[in-house]
Nanobody, 121 residues
Framework: QLQASGGGLVQPGGSLRLSCAAS????????MGWFRQAPGKEREFVAA????????DYVDSVRGRFTVSRDKASRTVYLQMNSLKPEDTAVYYC????????????????WGQGTQVTVSS
């Protein structure tokens, strides 16, 4: 139901755009979130966007550099990542939630497989 793509290797300061195809989600899906997990670390919230109004939420460490958006017609969610830093290196996941302002893993019902983002010179 969720398919994330767009990861890769990029130099510091570079950009990547992640996509998440979200077909087949139940009508209770209200918001889509992006999380990331670096080796040896817990999965952490990055950003979220609501389906109805496109309301967004960001963790402080990416605010101003990342932009989350959604295309309701194609049921696709995007994460535009600019000014990437080595500390952004992680596996990125998209997930579906029934509410907004949710930042905890357990608040998300459906998860896609991750896509690797590596920021390195």
């Amino acid at each position: 139901q969720l398919q994330a793509s767009g990861g890769g290797l990029v130099q510091p300061g570079g950009s990547l755009r992640l996509s998440c195809a979200a077909s087949g989600l139940p009508v209770s899906s209200y918001a889509m979130g992006w999380f990331r997990q670096a080796p040896g670390k817990e999965r952490e919230f990055v950003a979220a966007v609501t389906w109805p109004a496109g309301t967004t939420d960001y963790v402080d460490s990416v605010r101003g550099r990342f932009t989350v958006s959604r295309d309701k017609a194609s049921r696709t969610v995007y994460l535009q990542m600019n000014s990437l830093k080595p500390e952004d290196t992680a596996v990125y996941y998209c997930a579906s939630s029934r509410g907004m302002w949710n930042r905890e893993v357990h608040e998300y019902d459906y998860w896609g497989q991750g896509t690797q983002v590596t920021v390195s010179s």
